[in-house]
């Protein structure tokens, strides 16, 4: 069964940063592709970033320049680097793994003054 379980968020003003965390098991970890949503109060789920299991990676336009995925398959986590945060980039966050259709139980960020 597989479990990703989310860390990382928290309160941070406009320009700040945060890294979030994605730390799975129940899985061969290094051969899948992972990927972060986010889900904003009153809006569908929107997919932030991706990573595959040979490191492409793809971002959605409102975070490219921004926002880093990266994977560290030693540790069986995936991370969001997340910079120059905005107002608009509150919500909660979760980790997915798209073929087996799983998902954490997300971590709240909200950038705030």
């Known amino acids: 069964q597989v479990q990703l379980v989310e860390s990382g968020g928290g309160l941070v003003q406009p320009g700040g940063s945060l890294r979030l965390s994605c730390a799975a098991s129940g899985i061969i970890f290094s051969i899948y592709t992972f990927a972060w949503y986010r889900q904003a109060p009153g809006n569908q789920r929107e997919l932030v970033a991706a990573?595959?299991?040979?490191?492409?990676?793809n971002y959605a336009d409102s975070v490219k320049g921004r926002f880093t995925i990266s994977r560290d398959n030693t540790k069986n986590t995936v991370y969001l680097q997340m910079n120059s945060l905005k107002t608009e980039d509150t919500a909660v966050y979760y980790c997915?793994?798209?073929?087996?259709?799983?998902w954490g139980q997300g971590t709240q960020v909200t950038v705030a003054s």
């Open positions: 997915q793994v798209p073929s087996r259709g799983s």
């Open positions: 990573i595959t299991n040979v490191n492409l990676v």
